[in-house]
């Protein structure tokens, strides 16, 4: 049969190094210079799929990714893993992208490819965790979507089997290509990359392209095309004021005390209660 499939990867930050992102206040998007990037870990199941559609059927499977261009050698791991070429989408102008706009940059990408039978994603990033994308590149591709398939058997191009969790059970689903649809982490067990498959990773293609490359409406793309716009961000304040009492234990507890009433503290409430407490042990 041969099927092109397309599996959309995000980079997120490191979790190991997330105490050291900040955000920016003035354009509200996070500061990701100098955090170590990893493949948002359920996208690693959504390749997996996909290379167990590849065995059984022929075919490609091929990495999309929107993403800075220091992105490339986090993408890397997917091609070890066994995906046959990647296309990073990367331009300062996709800077800023809420879900709505980044699905419709990656729909422009798959669109240009040209064509393609299936589309894999994860059903959330590890870092917004929206859940928003999968369902929204099948909207801009018109294509049949479905979230959150923790089984999937692709029997031909019109006979899809597909299973979905939800609260209290499973949901089964019967389908036919083309499809989105975001796989869960029930669905399987990621492969571990080789050696050798790092080897051949850095020897397979990876094409880059920015907004010049792309049909692409400029009303929809980065900042100014995203439609869920943050509010104020700033950074509270953590500190606490300290103050040093050169004073003797007992004019200390007298002016503890004090300050303890001043701002509503009921103290003969309070210590009694501490003593009720002593006694109850």
Not at 146 to 153: A, H, I, K, S
Not at 193 to 202: E, R, Y
Not at 228 to 247: A, C, H, V
Request: contains cysteine; proline residues 5%.
């Amino acid at each position: 049969m041969g099927l092109n499939i397309v599996v959309c990867v995000k980079p997120i930050p490191d979790p190991k190094y997330y105490n050291e992102i900040t955000i920016d206040p003035v354009t509200k998007t996070v500061k990701r210079q100098g955090i170590p990037t990893i493949i948002n870990p359920i996208d690693k199941h959504a390749i997996e799929k996909a290379l167990k559609i590849k065995e059984q059927h022929g075919g490609k499977v091929i990495l999309m990714s929107m993403a800075p261009p220091d992105a490339q050698e986090t993408l890397l791991e997917g091609l070890a893993m066994g995906a046959d070429e990647t296309y990073l989408l990367s331009d300062r102008k996709f800077a800023g992208a809420d879900t709505l706009a980044t699905s419709y940059v990656l729909a422009r990408g798959i669109q240009k490819i040209g064509e393609i039978d299936l589309v894999l994603t994860g059903t959330e990033s590890g870092d917004g965790a929206t859940a928003q994308v999968s369902s929204q590149l099948g909207e801009w591709l018109g294509f049949s979507h479905l979230w959150g398939v923790v089984n999937c058997e692709v029997k031909s191009q019109d006979d899809i089997y597909l299973k979905t969790k939800i609260e209290n059970g499973y949901m089964e689903w019967s389908g036919k290509l083309p499809m989105v649809f975001a796989v869960s982490r029930e669905i399987n067990t990621p492969r571990y990359t080789s050696i050798m498959g790092v080897m051949k990773a850095k020897k397979k293609p990876f094409t880059i392209w920015s907004f010049q490359d792309l049909d692409l409406d400029e009303v929809y793309v980065g900042l100014k095309g995203s439609p869920t716009q943050p509010g104020d961000i700033f950074s509270p304040d953590m500190g606490r004021k300290g103050e040093i009492l050169k004073i003797s234990k007992e004019e200390a507890v007298e002016l503890i005390i004090e300050k303890l009433r001043a701002n509503g503290i009921n103290i003969e409430s309070f210590f009694s209660g501490c003593v009720r407490g002593e006694r109850n042990e």
